[in-house]
C-alpha cells in the first residue's frame, strides 16, 4: 500500500463507489456557521487586544512602586487585565 493511493469508500451512506466522502451534492459550497458566543469572544479578544504581551516597563515601574510600599491600583485596569487572563484560559 502506497502512503498517498487514495482512499474509496465503500459504503453508500459515505459517498460509494464514486469516492465522494459528502452527502453533499457535487459542485456544493462548504458552510461555517459561528455560534453567538463565538462572536461574543472574538469580539472579546478584540477589544483587549494581544494576551500574550508583557509590558517590561510597566512590570519594573509597578515593582518599584511596590517596593516603596505606595501600590494603589487602577480598579478598571484591574478588571480589564483579570478579562484578559480569564480570556487567555478560554481561548488556550
Not at 472579546?44 to 517590561?56: M, N, Q, S, T, Y
Amino acid at each position: 500500500m502506497k502512503v498517498n493511493e487514495p482512499k474509496v469508500v465503500l459504503h453508500p451512506r459515505f459517498g460509494g463507489p464514486n469516492g465522494r466522502a459528502s452527502g453533499a451534492p457535487a459542485g456544493a459550497a462548504d458552510r461555517v456557521s459561528v455560534s453567538d458566543m463565538g462572536h461574543l469572544l472574538a469580539g472579546l479578544k478584540a477589544e483587549v487586544g494581544p494576551l500574550d504581551v508583557l509590558r517590561e516597563e510597566k512590570v519594573t515601574g509597578l515593582r518599584a512602586v511596590m517596593a516603596k510600599g505606595n501600590y494603589s491600583p487602577d480598579i478598571q485596569d484591574v478588571a480589564r487585565q483579570l478579562l484578559r487572563e480569564l480570556l487567555g484560559q478560554l481561548l488556550a
